[in-house]
C-alpha cells in the first residue's frame, strides 16, 4: 500500500509557523550572546547574521579596529561552527587556501599521493583583508563559494556543511591591494559596511575590554539547528507585491531599463544573483525581527547592501563625486513612491 501525502495547506502552514516560533527564540538567544561581546553595531551584527541564515557569504568593508575580527570569530563561537581565518597576503598561493597534494611513501616503499585540505574545509572561513591577496588566489575561493567543493589536483573534494565565507577590506588603504573580480563580488550576498561606533557604544568598547578580563561568547546553537533555519527561510512565504518591488528594483539599477538616473550614472548593474540574494535577505530579516513573511519595507532597508558592490558608475558619474549609494537611494526612493 503506498504512502498518502498530506496536502492539507492549513496544516503545512502551521508546521512552519511552529517551526518559525522555535527558529525566533533561537535567534533572539544569538542576538543577544553577541550583544555581550560586540557593543553597538546593530545594522552590522543584522546584516551579517542576515547573510549567514540566507545561507550565503558577507564582505565587511571598514576601516581597521572596527571589531570586524572580532564579530566572525563570535558569530562562530555562538552559531557552532567550525572556524578559520586566513590572513590575504601578495604571496598567498592557491595552494595556502585549498590543500594541496603531497607524496607518502609507505614501508614497502610504495609510493602514493594524499590530499592535504587547506583551511578553508570549515564552515565559517574569515578572509581577512581579502583584496590583498593576487587575482590567481582570489580565484581559489570562486569555485567553493558558488558550488561549496573545490578541485585540486581533479579531484573534486567537498567542503563542510554549512559553509559561509565572510570577508573583510579596508575601504582607504588601497597600496598593494588588488580590486576584487566582480564574479568574485557577485557572489557575496552582502556588502555590509562598518561605521564607527556610537558614542555610548564606544564608551562601553573602553570599559569593558580594557580590564583584566574580557568576556567570552558562549554556543547558542548547532550546525545542523542552523542549517533547519536556513531551510526554514527558504520556505517561507513571499508576497507577489514583494516579489514585484524586487523585480522593479533590480531591474531599475541596470542601465537601458527605463531609468533616467541609472542610465546616465551607472556602467553595469546587478544580473539575476541580485534578485536570488534579495529574496533570500528579505525572508531572513522577517524571521530576524519576528515576523512570518517579508515586506517591502525589508527590500527597501536591504537595496544597498544587497546591490552595491553589484553596481559600477561611469566616469563622468564618479568625476562629479557620486557614489553607488546615491543612485541606490534615488532607486529606493522610486519604490517607495508606488
Not at 553577541?34 to 571598514?62: D, M, Y
Given at each position: 500500500m503506498?504512502?498518502?501525502?498530506?496536502?492539507?495547506?492549513?496544516?503545512?502552514?502551521?508546521?512552519?509557523?511552529?517551526?518559525?516560533?522555535?527558529?525566533?527564540?533561537?535567534i533572539a538567544s544569538i542576538r543577544r550572546e553577541?550583544?555581550?561581546?560586540?557593543?553597538?553595531?546593530?545594522?552590522?551584527?543584522?546584516?551579517?547574521?542576515?547573510?549567514?541564515?540566507?545561507?550565503?557569504?558577507?564582505?565587511?568593508?571598514?576601516?581597521?579596529?572596527l571589531a570586524k575580527t572580532k564579530?566572525?570569530?563570535?558569530?562562530?563561537?555562538?552559531?557552532?561552527?567550525?572556524?578559520?581565518?586566513?590572513?590575504?597576503?601578495?604571496?598567498?598561493?592557491?595552494?595556502?587556501?585549498?590543500?594541496?597534494?603531497?607524496?607518502?611513501?609507505?614501508?614497502?616503499?610504495?609510493?602514493?599521493?594524499?590530499?592535504?585540505?587547506?583551511?578553508?574545509?570549515?564552515?565559517?572561513l574569515m578572509a581577512d583583508e581579502i583584496n590583498r591577496a593576487s587575482p590567481r588566489t582570489q580565484s581559489a575561493l570562486l569555485q567553493a563559494m558558488q558550488?561549496?567543493?573545490?578541485?585540486?589536483?581533479?579531484?573534486?573534494?567537498?567542503?563542510?556543511?554549512?559553509?559561509?565565507?565572510?570577508?573583510?577590506?579596508?575601504?582607504?588603504?588601497?597600496?598593494?591591494?588588488?580590486?576584487?573580480?566582480?564574479?568574485?563580488?557577485?557572489?557575496?550576498?552582502?556588502?555590509?559596511?562598518?561605521?564607527?561606533?556610537?558614542?555610548?557604544?564606544?564608551?562601553?568598547?573602553?570599559?569593558?575590554?580594557?580590564?583584566?578580563?574580557?568576556?567570552?561568547?558562549?554556543?547558542?546553537?548547532?550546525?545542523?539547528?542552523?542549517?533547519?533555519?536556513?531551510?526554514?527561510?527558504r520556505r517561507m512565504p513571499v508576497s507577489e507585491n514583494v516579489i514585484d518591488a524586487i523585480l522593479k528594483l533590480v531591474r531599475s539599477a541596470r542601465p537601458g531599463n527605463g531609468n533616467e538616473a541609472t542610465d546616465r550614472h551607472v556602467a553595469w548593474g546587478p544580473g539575476p544573483r541580485a534578485g536570488q540574494a534579495m529574496m533570500l535577505c528579505v525572508r531572513a530579516r522577517a524571521l530576524y525581527d519576528g515576523r512570518l513573511a517579508p515586506s517591502v519595507d525589508d527590500v527597501r532597508a536591504l537595496a544597498e547592501p544587497v546591490l552595491q558592490h553589484r553596481m559600477a558608475l561611469t566616469f563622468a558619474a564618479r568625476a562629479e563625486g557620486m557614489h553607488v549609494r546615491d543612485v541606490i537611494a534615488g532607486l529606493v526612493t522610486d519604490l517607495s513612491g508606488d
Open positions: 503506498g504512502v498518502v501525502e498530506n496536502t492539507d495547506p492549513a496544516l503545512d502552514e502551521k508546521a512552519v509557523i511552529e517551526t518559525a516560533e522555535a527558529a525566533l527564540d533561537d553577541i550583544g555581550t561581546v560586540i557593543f553597538g553595531q546593530q545594522n552590522v551584527v543584522e546584516q551579517t547574521i542576515l547573510a549567514v541564515l540566507s545561507g550565503g557569504h558577507a564582505l565587511l568593508v571598514g576601516v581597521p579596529g564579530l566572525v570569530g563570535t558569530l562562530g563561537t555562538v552559531l557552532g561552527l567550525t572556524d578559520n581565518r586566513i590572513q590575504f597576503t601578495p604571496d598567498l598561493m592557491p595552494s595556502d587556501i585549498l590543500g594541496s597534494e603531497v607524496m607518502d611513501q609507505d614501508a614497502d616503499g610504495k609510493r602514493s599521493f594524499r590530499f592535504v585540505a587547506g583551511p578553508i574545509f570549515t564552515q565559517l558550488e561549496y567543493h573545490v578541485t585540486v589536483a581533479g579531484t573534486h573534494h567537498n567542503l563542510p556543511e554549512p559553509f559561509h565565507v565572510l570577508a573583510t577590506q579596508n575601504p582607504l588603504e588601497q597600496e598593494g591591494t588588488y580590486p576584487l573580480p566582480e564574479a568574485q563580488l557577485d557572489r557575496f550576498l552582502m556588502q555590509v559596511d562598518v561605521l564607527y561606533p556610537e558614542l555610548e557604544a564606544e564608551r562601553r568598547i573602553l570599559l569593558e575590554t580594557t580590564g583584566l578580563e574580557e568576556k567570552q561568547a558562549a554556543p547558542v546553537i548547532t550546525a545542523s539547528r542552523l542549517q533547519e533555519i536556513q531551510a526554514l527561510v
